[in-house]
């Protein structure tokens, strides 16, 4: 995609309300090239089904993670989340993205890897994911959630099915957002969960203070995908692994609404 102006077009095919278009129009005139950066290169014709699943992962990157000595269980929840769908029957109609908070080296506009398949899904490690930014959460929602419209727009434009899974990582509450709030994310995931083809989860690890059930439901994540573990190795590991059976099933299910009636994590 070339320009801001075709990604508002792609935008206005994306299916959803008048409101959550307008929003995401919005959030692309403002952010579009950090959005555009995480819509990658792969094409229809690089999918060999007739369906495609977007996993994508929205990592916090900011000091606190690592203050709070969980980075690599950050990246250890990552690899295993694409290991996991990796295992599956429908891998190859997986595709995956990374990306994080904040800007950081070695990423582009925040993107670790744009959508690609599970076997070109970069592994965390110590080189690539070394918190130490911000946590401008509802800016970075909103770019990642507007660059999930846009991408199942692409493929549904082509004749592909898309569905979409989507994972907010953080241990902190919104700090440093300059272009968007809780109301307007809202407005975007409650436009993407109409369509009853996005599962949108919230993760927030515990930092003693902040009530991360209210933070995700003021941005419209639903309480049965909001998990919020304490700040140990074993709650956080405990969380991942959920996230990652939830990114399974999901691969799995024929509709989103049987996991949804299942109630989520409870499922």
């Not at 102006?5 to 206005?12: F, R």
């Not at 990652?244 to 999901?250: F, K, L, M, N, T």
Request: net charge negative.
């Amino acid at each position: 995609m070339s320009s801001t102006a075709n990604l508002t077009a792609l935008l206005g095919d994306a299916g959803l309300d008048d409101q959550a278009t307008q929003t995401m129009q919005l959030a692309a005139d403002t952010m579009g090239p950090a959005i555009m950066a995480g819509l990658g290169s792969v094409k229809l014709d690089d999918i060999e089904s007739s369906e495609v699943l977007l996993v994508t992962q929205l990592l916090d990157d900011s000091g606190s993670i690592r203050f709070g000595s969980n980075a690599q269980l950050v990246r250890d929840g990552h690899n295993l989340i694409i290991d996991s769908l990796k295992a599956t029957k429908q891998s190859a109609a997986v595709l995956a993205s990374c990306r994080y908070l904040n800007d950081s080296r070695g990423t582009d506009h925040g993107v670790l890897y744009p959508y690609r398949t599970l076997d070109g899904a970069e592994r965390l490690d110590s080189g690539n994911y070394d918190p130490m930014g911000g946590t401008p959460l509802y800016d970075q929602t909103a770019v990642t959630l507007t660059g999930v419209a846009a991408k199942m727009a692409e493929f549904e434009q082509g004749g592909v099915a898309a569905r979409a899974v989507t994972v907010i990582v953080t241990d902190g509450a919104d700090a440093h957002s300059y272009a968007q709030d809780a109301a307007s994310v809202r407005q975007m995931v409650a436009g993407l969960l109409r369509t009853e083809a996005h599962i949108i989860i919230g993760m927030g690890i515990d930092d003693g203070y902040t009530d991360f059930h209210q933070v995700f439901r003021d941005m419209g994540i639903l309480d049965e995908w909001i998990l919020t573990p304490g700040n140990s190795p074993s709650e956080i590991r405990r969380a991942f692994q959920t996230v990652s059976q939830s990114a399974v099933r999901a691969s799995q299910a024929a509709n989103f609404s049987q996991l949804t009636g299942m109630g989520g994590f409870g499922g």
